[in-house]
T-cell receptor, first 115, second 113 residues
Protein backbone atom coordinates (compact mmCIF):
# COMPACT_ATOMS: atom_id res chain seq x y z
CA UNK A 1 0.00 0.00 0.00
CA UNK A 2 0.98 3.65 -0.20
CA UNK A 3 3.45 4.90 2.34
CA UNK A 4 3.99 8.37 3.76
CA UNK A 5 4.40 10.83 0.92
CA UNK A 6 6.33 14.08 1.21
CA UNK A 7 6.75 16.91 -1.25
CA UNK A 8 8.81 18.45 -2.59
CA UNK A 9 11.70 16.00 -2.31
CA UNK A 10 14.18 18.86 -2.65
CA UNK A 11 13.80 22.58 -2.07
CA UNK A 12 16.39 25.27 -2.59
CA UNK A 13 15.50 28.79 -1.55
CA UNK A 14 17.10 32.06 -0.62
CA UNK A 15 17.57 33.19 2.95
CA UNK A 16 14.57 35.17 4.15
CA UNK A 17 12.00 33.43 1.97
CA UNK A 18 9.09 31.37 3.35
CA UNK A 19 8.79 27.67 2.52
CA UNK A 20 6.00 25.12 2.83
CA UNK A 21 6.62 21.40 3.12
CA UNK A 22 3.84 18.88 2.64
CA UNK A 23 3.17 15.48 4.18
CA UNK A 24 0.50 12.98 3.21
CA UNK A 25 0.36 10.24 5.87
CA UNK A 26 -0.68 6.63 5.45
CA UNK A 27 -4.44 6.42 5.05
CA UNK A 28 -6.18 5.77 8.35
CA UNK A 29 -3.24 6.81 10.52
CA UNK A 30 -4.39 9.32 13.11
CA UNK A 31 -0.96 10.28 14.46
CA UNK A 32 1.44 12.44 12.44
CA UNK A 33 4.92 13.60 13.40
CA UNK A 34 7.48 16.00 11.93
CA UNK A 35 11.21 15.54 12.59
CA UNK A 36 14.31 17.31 11.36
CA UNK A 37 17.56 15.56 10.43
CA UNK A 38 20.64 17.76 10.31
CA UNK A 39 24.37 17.11 10.49
CA UNK A 40 24.91 18.98 13.71
CA UNK A 41 21.78 18.00 15.63
CA UNK A 42 20.90 14.52 14.42
CA UNK A 43 17.22 13.58 14.36
CA UNK A 44 15.01 15.98 16.32
CA UNK A 45 11.29 15.93 17.02
CA UNK A 46 9.43 19.03 15.87
CA UNK A 47 5.65 18.60 16.24
CA UNK A 48 2.98 15.94 16.73
CA UNK A 49 -0.68 15.77 15.68
CA UNK A 50 -3.17 13.23 17.01
CA UNK A 51 -6.75 13.32 15.81
CA UNK A 52 -8.55 16.42 17.01
CA UNK A 53 -6.30 16.98 20.03
CA UNK A 54 -4.15 20.07 20.39
CA UNK A 55 -0.78 19.43 18.72
CA UNK A 56 2.40 18.96 20.74
CA UNK A 57 4.58 21.81 19.47
CA UNK A 58 7.31 21.38 22.07
CA UNK A 59 10.02 20.60 19.50
CA UNK A 60 9.58 23.63 17.24
CA UNK A 61 12.89 25.55 17.40
CA UNK A 62 11.46 29.06 16.96
CA UNK A 63 8.26 30.94 16.23
CA UNK A 64 9.26 30.99 12.55
CA UNK A 65 8.16 27.37 12.42
CA UNK A 66 4.50 26.38 12.32
CA UNK A 67 2.47 23.43 11.12
CA UNK A 68 -1.11 22.55 10.50
CA UNK A 69 -3.04 19.43 9.71
CA UNK A 70 -6.22 19.80 7.73
CA UNK A 71 -9.07 17.32 7.99
CA UNK A 72 -6.98 14.95 10.05
CA UNK A 73 -4.90 13.97 7.04
CA UNK A 74 -2.44 16.12 5.08
CA UNK A 75 -0.04 18.29 7.05
CA UNK A 76 1.96 21.35 6.05
CA UNK A 77 5.09 22.54 7.83
CA UNK A 78 5.82 26.23 7.20
CA UNK A 79 9.11 27.98 7.86
CA UNK A 80 8.99 31.77 7.66
CA UNK A 81 11.98 34.03 6.96
CA UNK A 82 14.28 31.05 6.44
CA UNK A 83 17.80 31.10 7.84
CA UNK A 84 20.81 29.07 6.77
CA UNK A 85 20.62 26.99 9.94
CA UNK A 86 17.22 25.75 8.74
CA UNK A 87 18.99 23.68 6.07
CA UNK A 88 18.20 20.05 6.87
CA UNK A 89 16.12 17.08 5.82
CA UNK A 90 12.56 17.37 7.15
CA UNK A 91 10.95 14.02 7.82
CA UNK A 92 7.30 13.22 8.31
CA UNK A 93 6.05 10.04 9.99
CA UNK A 94 2.67 8.57 10.80
CA UNK A 95 1.37 5.79 13.02
CA UNK A 96 -2.05 4.18 13.41
CA UNK A 97 -3.06 5.73 16.74
CA UNK A 98 -0.04 7.40 18.31
CA UNK A 99 0.59 4.78 20.99
CA UNK A 100 4.17 4.44 22.16
CA UNK A 101 4.57 0.80 21.17
CA UNK A 102 3.61 1.46 17.56
CA UNK A 103 6.39 1.92 15.03
CA UNK A 104 6.29 5.16 13.11
CA UNK A 105 6.38 4.99 9.32
CA UNK A 106 8.59 7.61 7.69
CA UNK A 107 8.46 9.38 4.37
CA UNK A 108 11.58 9.94 2.27
CA UNK A 109 11.86 13.51 3.52
CA UNK A 110 12.27 16.97 2.01
CA UNK A 111 15.85 18.15 1.67
CA UNK A 112 15.81 21.91 2.32
CA UNK A 113 18.79 24.04 1.33
CA UNK A 114 18.92 27.72 2.24
CA UNK A 115 21.32 29.78 0.15
CA UNK B 1 15.49 14.17 30.31
CA UNK B 2 15.04 11.09 28.17
CA UNK B 3 17.96 10.26 25.90
CA UNK B 4 19.65 7.59 23.79
CA UNK B 5 23.38 7.04 23.47
CA UNK B 6 24.87 5.02 20.62
CA UNK B 7 28.41 4.00 19.85
CA UNK B 8 30.06 6.33 17.40
CA UNK B 9 30.88 5.12 13.96
CA UNK B 10 31.81 4.40 11.39
CA UNK B 11 31.96 0.69 12.03
CA UNK B 12 33.82 -1.12 9.27
CA UNK B 13 33.54 -4.91 9.00
CA UNK B 14 34.32 -7.61 6.51
CA UNK B 15 31.47 -9.65 5.07
CA UNK B 16 30.32 -12.48 7.40
CA UNK B 17 31.75 -10.76 10.49
CA UNK B 18 29.76 -10.45 13.73
CA UNK B 19 28.14 -7.08 14.38
CA UNK B 20 27.36 -5.34 17.64
CA UNK B 21 26.17 -1.74 17.84
CA UNK B 22 25.78 -0.58 21.41
CA UNK B 23 22.79 1.47 22.54
CA UNK B 24 21.93 2.64 26.04
CA UNK B 25 19.07 4.82 27.15
CA UNK B 26 17.82 7.04 29.94
CA UNK B 27 14.07 7.30 30.45
CA UNK B 28 11.82 8.37 33.28
CA UNK B 29 9.04 5.95 32.35
CA UNK B 30 8.86 2.57 30.67
CA UNK B 31 9.90 3.15 27.07
CA UNK B 32 9.40 1.16 23.94
CA UNK B 33 12.67 0.69 22.08
CA UNK B 34 13.33 0.66 18.35
CA UNK B 35 16.09 0.26 15.82
CA UNK B 36 15.64 2.12 12.55
CA UNK B 37 17.88 1.80 9.49
CA UNK B 38 18.61 4.30 6.74
CA UNK B 39 20.10 2.78 3.59
CA UNK B 40 22.01 5.11 1.24
CA UNK B 41 19.63 7.45 -0.54
CA UNK B 42 16.57 6.05 1.23
CA UNK B 43 14.29 7.01 4.10
CA UNK B 44 14.16 5.67 7.64
CA UNK B 45 12.79 2.16 7.97
CA UNK B 46 11.86 0.26 11.09
CA UNK B 47 14.26 -2.64 11.62
CA UNK B 48 12.95 -4.09 14.88
CA UNK B 49 11.30 -3.16 18.15
CA UNK B 50 10.78 -4.30 21.74
CA UNK B 51 8.11 -2.91 24.01
CA UNK B 52 8.87 -4.37 27.44
CA UNK B 53 11.76 -5.70 29.48
CA UNK B 54 13.37 -8.94 28.25
CA UNK B 55 11.56 -8.75 24.90
CA UNK B 56 13.76 -9.64 21.92
CA UNK B 57 13.10 -7.90 18.63
CA UNK B 58 14.37 -9.58 15.46
CA UNK B 59 14.27 -9.00 11.72
CA UNK B 60 16.51 -9.82 8.71
CA UNK B 61 18.97 -11.65 10.96
CA UNK B 62 19.32 -8.69 13.33
CA UNK B 63 18.40 -9.03 17.01
CA UNK B 64 18.20 -6.76 20.04
CA UNK B 65 17.09 -7.54 23.60
CA UNK B 66 15.47 -4.96 25.90
CA UNK B 67 17.61 -5.04 29.05
CA UNK B 68 16.01 -2.98 31.78
CA UNK B 69 18.71 -3.74 34.35
CA UNK B 70 21.44 -2.29 32.13
CA UNK B 71 19.15 0.15 30.24
CA UNK B 72 20.48 -1.22 26.97
CA UNK B 73 19.21 -2.35 23.59
CA UNK B 74 22.30 -3.48 21.68
CA UNK B 75 21.90 -4.49 18.03
CA UNK B 76 23.56 -7.72 16.88
CA UNK B 77 23.89 -9.76 13.72
CA UNK B 78 25.83 -12.95 13.40
CA UNK B 79 27.03 -12.54 9.82
CA UNK B 80 26.81 -9.19 8.05
CA UNK B 81 26.48 -8.71 4.31
CA UNK B 82 27.57 -5.86 2.04
CA UNK B 83 23.89 -4.98 1.66
CA UNK B 84 23.72 -4.22 5.42
CA UNK B 85 25.82 -1.09 4.88
CA UNK B 86 23.66 1.73 6.20
CA UNK B 87 23.17 4.09 9.14
CA UNK B 88 21.49 2.52 12.18
CA UNK B 89 19.52 4.58 14.70
CA UNK B 90 18.46 3.46 18.14
CA UNK B 91 15.34 5.21 19.43
CA UNK B 92 12.94 5.22 22.33
CA UNK B 93 9.35 6.26 22.78
CA UNK B 94 8.03 7.09 26.21
CA UNK B 95 4.60 8.27 27.19
CA UNK B 96 4.23 11.91 27.79
CA UNK B 97 1.93 13.88 25.59
CA UNK B 98 3.03 12.58 22.25
CA UNK B 99 5.07 9.35 22.29
CA UNK B 100 7.57 11.09 20.08
CA UNK B 101 10.70 9.18 19.13
CA UNK B 102 13.97 10.20 20.74
CA UNK B 103 16.87 9.09 18.57
CA UNK B 104 20.49 8.32 19.14
CA UNK B 105 23.06 9.97 16.91
CA UNK B 106 23.21 7.06 14.49
CA UNK B 107 26.00 4.60 13.69
CA UNK B 108 27.26 4.18 10.15
CA UNK B 109 28.08 0.59 9.20
CA UNK B 110 30.28 -0.19 6.22
CA UNK B 111 30.63 -3.82 5.21
CA UNK B 112 33.45 -4.66 2.81
CA UNK B 113 33.36 -7.68 0.49
Amino acid sequence: GAGVSQSPSNKVTEKGKDVELRCDPISGHTALYWYRQSLGQGLEFLIYFQGNSAPDKSGLPSDRFSAERTGGSVSTLTIQRTQQEDSAVYLCASSPSGRGNEPQHFGDGTRLSIL
Amino acid sequence: GDSVTQMEGPVTLSEEAFLTINCTYTATGYPSLFWYVQYPGEGLQLLLKATKADDKGSNKGFEATYRKETTSFHLEKGSVQVSDSAVYFCALSVGDSSYKLIFGSGTRLLVRP
